[in-house]
């Protein structure tokens, strides 16, 4: 197993733990910009070796980047190392935010990820079971367009700047959790996973697809897709590849415990 580096968050401490506390897109954390796309510091740089399940996103958002940073800022300030902020960063940060963080945990409960990690509840992975999940996106960094959340366009799997970063870090990620299972959290997101094992940077028996992302844009699919389901299908929502990856992982991860519903 690798040592972290933590040359990145040494470099912006100064920042974080300014008189200023930093802001969404803050000027003084940009890392690199190509054209529209600009990419910020964030701490979200801790790999969790002993994870036995990855949670993927895109990207951090607003939030993630704001509450990931103010906590490395309380961490650092209060003399802890630079290990520990970032660490206390990602536990914090990841998937932070309603209805993000509920919307996903929701879904891990529905399709047993708690009965197959022994849990109560999946929220447990964020709190007493950190030492259980990797919380990661494939952008590890935040990534905004025009100033705007970053969705998907432009291709990251195309456009120089960002196929760097997800080589350089995300697949990184996948070479360094070898025991671990990749969850995909969306479309947009398993487009790019697919894409990964095409060019064998990922294997397909490590990738768990079908879950939508948590965004607050698809709560009302999420509470369909867990819930009784006698209303009509929502707008926009398919639940054909939710109902074949939740099949699918309760076949691999729960027949053998009969606990499959």
Known sequence: MRTMKTDLIERYAPIL?????????????????????????????????????????????PTQMVNANNEA?????????????????????????????????????????????????????????????????????PVFVKDKDYRGTPDMTKHPLLRKYLLENFVAEVEELTDAVFVGLGPQVQKVLDRLIHERALKHDRVIGGMLHPSGNCTYRINYLIGDRTAPVPHATNPVPYDQGRRAFQERFLKSRNETT
């Not at 690199?32 to 964030?42: L, N, R, T």
């Not at 206390?88 to 047993?112: D, T, Y």
């Not at 992975?125 to 919380?135: D, K």
Request: proline share 5%.
């Open 17 to 61: 733990c300014g008189s200023t506390p930093a802001v969404v897109r803050d000027p003084r954390l940009l890392m690199d910009a190509s054209g529209d796309v600009k990419i910020y510091y964030a701490p979200f740089e801790y790999i969790n070796p002993s994870a036995r399940v990855v949670l993927v996103g895109i990207t951090p958002g």
């Open 73 to 141: 800022r309380r961490a650092l300030q209060a003399g802890k190392s630079s290990l520990d902020a970032v660490q206390a960063a990602k536990s914090v940060g990841a998937f932070s935010g309603e209805p993000l963080r509920s919307n996903l945990i929701n879904q891990l409960n529905h399709w047993g990820f708690h009965k197959w990690l022994d849990l109560s509840d999946a929220a447990d992975l964020f709190s007493t079971s950190r030492h259980l999940v990797q919380t990661t996106s494939l952008l590890r960094y």
